[in-house]
C-alpha cells in the first residue's frame, strides 16, 4: 500500500496536481503499477484488443501493408508501436509482415516502451523477432514514418481544471496517511491557462481535462512525421462530443472502481481517463498534419476486412474454437462493448490520401 506523502514529493507542497499524481502512482519506479506487474489479460486488471484476439493485431499488420503501398513502397520504411503492452500485438505484427517479402524487407519495426518491466516482458515474447526498442526517434532519420497505439494516449495523464467565474482552478490531491486522498485547487498556472484558450473544443466547458503530458508525447512524434512524412494512428476508448466532467477512472481485477477507494490501492490499480478526439484532432491540425475522419473501432475493424478473415479461419476450427472466435469478435465489434467505445483516428502528412479503414 502506497500512502507515504514523501513518495509524492509532498515534503515542500500541500498539493499535488491530477497529473504529476496520477504519473507517480503509474511509473515511480518498482512501486508504480506499469513497472511491477503484467496488468493486461485475464489474469491482470484489463484486457486490450491484442489480448482478446490475435485478429486484431492481423487487421494492424494489414492496415500498414496498405498504407506502405499507399505512401508509394518506399524501401526504407519505419514502423513504431507506442506503449506495446505485453508484446502481443508486435508478435502477430512480425509473423503477418513476414507473408509480404518486399514490405518485410523494406521495414524498420521498434517498440517505444516506458516501463523496465514490461520491456522485458516483451523482449522474453519477441526474441529473435526483428525489433528493436527505442526510448526516443533520434535516430530514425530515412524513410516515412508510421506510429500506432492503441490503448497509449489515455495511459498517460491529464491536468483537470474547473472553471470558476472568471478564473481556471487546477485540481489537485492532498494526501495525508490516515485520512487518505482528497481533492483540492489552485490556481492555474499562466502557461496552462493560455494553453487552454487556444483550443476552440475546451471553449465553453465548466469542466476541462487537458492532456499536457500527451501532447508533449505527441509534439516529438509529429516532429519526426513532419521531417519524414507518415503518420499517427491512435485506437483508444473515448468521445467526440463534450463531456464537461472527470472521466478520471481506476480499473482492478477487470473491475472498474470508485476513485474514493483508490487511495488505499495505490500501484496496485491502473488509472485512466477517456480520450477527447475531437481535441486530439484540432491538436494535429494546429500541427500541421491532416486527419482522417474519425470513426468507431467497429467501422474500422470491419472496413479492414476482419469478418471476412474470420471466415476463412473458421473453415478449419472446431465448434469451440469458433464459438470463442465469435465471442472475441462480439467483444472486438459490438457497439456497445470496444466496436462503439473506441475510436479511430490517423493523422498524417502525405500527399496521398486514400488510406483504408475510413470514410
Not at 501493408?65 to 500485438?89: A, I, Q, R
Not at 526510448?135 to 514514418?145: A, E, L, S
Not at 494526501?175 to 487518505?180: C, E, H, K, L, M
Not at 467526440?240 to 483508490?262: A, D, G
Amino acid at each position: 500500500m502506497i500512502y507515504n506523502p514523501e513518495y509524492f514529493n509532498l515534503k515542500n507542497k500541500k498539493l499535488i496536481p491530477v497529473d504529476e499524481f496520477v504519473e507517480t502512482a503509474l511509473y515511480e519506479p518498482n512501486i508504480g503499477y506499469y513497472t511491477k506487474k503484467i496488468p493486461f489479460g485475464s489474469q491482470g486488471d484489463f484486457i486490450t484488443a491484442p489480448t482478446i484476439s490475435n485478429l486484431f493485431s492481423e487487421i494492424i499488420a494489414i492496415w500498414v501493408v496498405s498504407t506502405w503501398e499507399e505512401l508509394g513502397k518506399p524501401k526504407n520504411f519505419n514502423f513504431v508501436e507506442l506503449g506495446p503492452g505485453d508484446g502481443s500485438l508486435a508478435k502477430v505484427f512480425v509473423n503477418t509482415i513476414k507473408k509480404f517479402p518486399d514490405l518485410n524487407n523494406s521495414i524498420n519495426i521498434f517498440l517505444y516502451e516506458k516501463s523496465k518491466f514490461l520491456k522485458n516482458v516483451q523482449k522474453k515474447k519477441l526474441k529473435g523477432s526483428k525489433v528493436k526498442w527505442i526510448k526516443n526517434f533520434d535516430k530514425i532519420d530515412k524513410g516515412p514514418i508510421i506510429f500506432f497505439g492503441n490503448e497509449f494516449f489515455d495511459a498517460i495523464p491529464i491536468k483537470q481544471f474547473l472553471l470558476e467565474k472568471e478564473s481556471i482552478l487546477e485540481k489537485c490531491y492532498s494526501i495525508d496517511p490516515v485520512s487518505g486522498l482528497d481533492e483540492a485547487y489552485q490556481k492555474a498556472e499562466e502557461e496552462d491557462v493560455k494553453k487552454i484558450k487556444t483550443f476552440k473544443v475546451l471553449k465553453g466547458l465548466k469542466f476541462i481535462e487537458f492532456p499536457k503530458l500527451g501532447f508533449l508525447e505527441l509534439d516529438k512524434i509529429i516532429k519526426k512525421i513532419n521531417n519524414l512524412s507518415g503518420g499517427i494512428l491512435l485506437i483508444d476508448y473515448g468521445y467526440l462530443n463534450v463531456m464537461n466532467r472527470s472521466t478520471l477512472q481506476t480499473v482492478m481485477k477487470n473491475k472498474k472502481m470508485n476513485m474514493n477507494h483508490l487511495f488505499k490501492n495505490l500501484g496496485r490499480a491502473d488509472i485512466t481517463s477517456l480520450v477527447n478526439f475531437s481535441l486530439l484532432k484540432e491538436y494535429f491540425f494546429k500541427n500541421k498534419l491532416k486527419v482522417k475522419e474519425i470513426v468507431s473501432q467497429k467501422f474500422f475493424l470491419e472496413k479492414m476486412g476482419i469478418i471476412e478473415r474470420a471466415k476463412v479461419l473458421e473453415k478449419n476450427m472446431t465448434f469451440k474454437q469458433k464459438d470463442y472466435m465469435s465471442s472475441t469478435l462480439r467483444r472486438l465489434l459490438h457497439k456497445e462493448l470496444m466496436g462503439g467505445l473506441f475510436k479511430v483516428i490517423f493523422a498524417f502528412k502525405s500527399k496521398n490520401g486514400n488510406f483504408l479503414g475510413f470514410k
